[in-house]
């Protein structure tokens, strides 16, 4: 199976179009949460994303927080001025959509998949080689896939249990997967790794592979978007700039 693995939309709906498009037929689609957050289309996004065959979505912390599940005030004054904006236009069933998420661990084959972290599923940022070996035991798949850094990237433990490899993944760069790894798509509405392309993997089941892609798109168009709905202005800079 031809597996479509993306993160961290944040209601940026120009760049899910160019990733759909890029990643053209797949067989499944996992989306690791955080739909909404910091950008424009925060019902555009849940809408195209209701409409995907064979989609497993998860929640992110952004999803939490535009729910009503925890104060807004964990997060930061702007990031918290965005979710305000769509905690009030979001539609009713785009909102029930969010509200039915999982926010677990899912098990997919040879796969978990969560949004920060195994052991805490909506919070951690696995960023380093200390925090991701804490996490390689509380999964049991050969490999794990998590989103919420935003950044495109691996983690390995060899054989021996001793060392954890860190390091981004390179676009086309295919990683051949095998016991234990835990790789991250990077974002797609929000890249923080200085490249501002929308970032996602294709996961390949029967290759047992791993392929990090990234696709330019309209950034000017939603930049617009944010500044007409009165969004931080942060936010229209950094997707220039991939941070
Ligand atoms: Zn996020």
């Known amino acids: 199976m031809r597996i479509l693995v993306m993160s961290d939309i944040h209601a940026n709906y120009t760049a899910l179009e160019a990733v759909l498009k890029d990643a053209g037929a797949v067989d499944e689609t996992w989306c690791l949460g955080d739909l909404v957050g910091y950008g424009p289309d925060p019902n555009a996004v849940v809408e195209e994303i209701r409409e995907i065959k064979n989609l497993t979505c998860l ?3 952004h999803d939490v927080g535009v729910i009503g599940k925890m104060s807004l005030d964990t997060f930061n004054g702007e990031a918290k001025r965005s979710l305000i904006y769509h905690e009030q236009v979001l539609s009713a069933s785009n909102m029930d959509f969010i509200k039915s998420l999982p926010s677990n661990v899912k098990v997919r084959g040879e796969a978990s998949i969560v949004h920060g972290s195994p052991r805490d599923p909506v919070w951690e ?7 991701a070996s ?10 794990c896939f998590v989103g919420h850094t935003h950044l495109p990237s691996m983690f390995i433990r060899d054989e021996e249990q001793t060392r954890i490899l860190v390091s981004p993944t390179q676009p086309d760069t295919i990683v051949q997967l095998r016991p234990k790894m835990i790789l991250n798509p990077g974002s797609v509405g929000q890249p923080r790794d200085r490249d ?19 696709v330019t798109y309209n950034i000017p168009e939603v930049q617009e978007r944010i500044r007409a709905a009165k969004l931080p202005e942060k936010h229209a800079i950094r997707i220039a700039e991939g941070w």
């Open 196 to 214: 501002p392309r929308a970032s996602y993997a294709i996961y390949d089941t029967e290759a047992r592979t791993w392929t990090p892609k990234r």
């Open 134 to 143: 804490l996490n390689f035991d509380y999964f049991d798949t050969p490999w």
């Open 59 to 61: 929640m992110g912390n």
């Open 125 to 131: 940022y696995i960023l380093n080689a200390m925090t």
